[in-house]
């Protein structure tokens, strides 16, 4: 469809905007990245049918103002005017949408009343996590949503992504890794206390992340290894006597003003998630925003082979499970790191192999208070797909509960976090167990167990965000298992580039 006669049909204006995108979209970019003058009439005019409650007359107002900018002529600088009103037309609906994205500190427009359409299109997202979708894109709200977007020009050169604050068009079946189709899903979480995740007006963009360790002496966790045919297995579980759940809890009371609360891989299972959820709702007072609880074994599919999933559950402060993630890309533990720890059945193993079933499904949180949100777990990190999920998605958490020795600024989730900070403006959030430590044959000084790496490079229109700066976590005190950071705070960040 490439004229507004075509366009009279569509349902709304976010499925409009599909229609402009791909009309642009396939044009040669010369042509659209030289704009040309457009009329002053033709924005109010868009404007004002943009008002226009009823979606059926919005469209029709619309394409008739299109109409009456519309050259047919063949002529190249036809193509430009035209390509440039279409561009308008864009800016006009994006502009119109900034009063239904989660963003929180860049200035919205607020029609009073909203629209009919623009509260049925705000719906949609809630309810779907897309504003419009059709055959094979979507049309998502662009990030990050605590931090302002790219301004138009920052590549110095022309995007036509970045021509836009409020909205992103996004083919969600692009996404793969090693030749597998990912399942991509938004999960829209709103600003509710009781089933959601609230908006703090003090803490926009500085946050306080809590990490807690959680199992640290050497039966915590107890690793089994096992072989099946040619494949020697590797499974790490609970110890007998560890109550991940009573540490989490305790934790969690002492780091009650805290926006995010983060525990490693492989230290919770399903009972213990119960148990923190009940822990939650039933305490008083403040409580952290986001709970990321760590991740256990799940059972898996018995008609694939009966393997378990390793599943992380986030929370809210009052218990309501948010989403889950199930780990994409099993871990290979090889010889050299193997003949490092105390794990019997290890001793001459090439390599042993996570026993878990593979997920093919990555969920993208839209924390509408606190901001989009990506979970994944350990061995996800390096998944080749990462870099495009956080170009695509520009979300503003990345957090990774692992499974280590520890953790710190020089071990591989800090240098990996460090390649994938150009990508985009996200935070990176890390936390291991210290477990695994005590297995050590030969153990190292310190207790480090979480790393926080924000992005390389800020946005222009961003100059509170410092760049590229990055600090690691140790517990508190020998009593108070858990070390807390706030982003944008003076003291113990320091400089990677």
């Known amino acids: 469809m490439t004229h507004p006669r075509a366009w009279r049909g569509i349902g709304d204006p976010a499925h409009l905007f599909l229609a402009l995108w791909r009309y642009l979209n396939a044009m040669e970019r010369e042509r659209l990245s030289s704009a040309v003058d457009v009329p002053p009439t033709l924005s109010t005019a868009l404007a004002a049918a943009l008002a226009i409650g009823d979606a059926a007359k919005c469209i029709e107002a619309f394409c008739d103002a299109l109409e009456g ?85 920052e590549e110095s050169t022309f995007v036509l992504g970045d021509q836009f604050a ?30 959601g995740v609230p908006h703090r007006s003090d803490r926009a963009a500085s946050e306080v992340v809590s990490f807690v360790p959680l199992a640290e002496v050497g039966g915590d966790l107890v690793a089994s290894v096992t072989t099946d045919g040619a494949t020697t297995f590797i499974d790490v579980l609970k110890g007998a006597a560890f109550d991940a759940a009573k540490r989490f809890l305790n934790a ?18 399903a009972a213990d998630i119960t148990r923190i959820a009940a822990g939650l709702s039933a305490m008083s007072g403040s409580r952290p925003r986001l709970l990321v609880s760590g991740s256990g074994l799940v059972p898996g ?42 794990i019997d059945g290890a001793e001459g193993m090439v390599r ?18 606190l901001g989009r949100c990506i979970v994944l777990i350990c061995q996800d990190m390096m998944m ?3 870099h495009r999920l956080l170009d695509e998605f ?14 710190s600024l020089q071990r591989w989730p800090a240098r990996r976090a460090r390649e994938l900070a150009p990508t985009s403006e996200a935070r990176f959030v890390v936390v291991s167990s210290l477990t695994m430590k005590e297995w050590q044959v030969d153990k190292y000084p ?52």
């Open 69 to 153: 900018h519309w050259d047919e002529s063949t002529h190249w600088r036809a193509r430009r005017e035209r390509a440039s009103v279409a561009l308008t037309a864009m800016r006009a609906i994006d502009e119109v949408m900034l009063a239904v994205h989660p963003r929180t500190i860049v200035p919205t427009i607020r029609l009073k009343p909203l629209p009919v359409w623009l509260d049925d299109v705000r719906e949609r997202r809630t309810i779907y996590g897309t504003f419009a979708s059709d055959a094979q894109l979507s049309l998502i709200a662009r990030g990050p949503f605590a931090r302002s977007p790219k301004l138009p020009f």
């Open 166 to 195: 409020a909205l992103k068009v996004i083919d969600l079946s692009a996404f793969i890794e090693d030749g597998r189709q990912l399942q991509m899903s938004i999960k829209v979480v709103d600003q509710s206390a009781d089933r």
């Open 252 to 269: 969690v009371h002492d780091c009650a003003d805290s926006d995010i609360f983060v525990a490693p891989e492989l230290t919770v299972d």
């Open 301 to 342: 599919n018995p008609a694939k082979g009966g393997q378990p999933f390793n599943q992380a559950t986030m929370l809210n402060g009052n218990g309501a499970t948010l989403w889950q993630h199930q780990k994409v890309s099993a871990y290979a533990m090889l010889e050299e790191t193997s003949k490092g720890l105390k």
């Open 352 to 369: 042993l192999m996570e026993r878990i079933s593979w997920s093919s499904s990555i969920t993208v949180a839209d924390l509408d208070g």
């Open 384 to 386: 080749g797909v990462v």
């Open 394 to 407: 520009r979300p503003d958490w990345l957090i990774v509960p692992i499974l280590d020795t520890g953790t």
């Open 446 to 497: 310190g207790e480090e167990m979480g790393v926080a790496i924000g992005p390389t490079y800020t946005n222009r229109s961003d100059p509170d965000e410092p760049p590229a700066l990055q600090i690691e976590v140790a517990p508190e005190s020998s009593s108070r298992r858990h070390g807390s950071v706030r982003w944008r705070a003076v003291h113990g960040w320091q400089k990677y580039r």
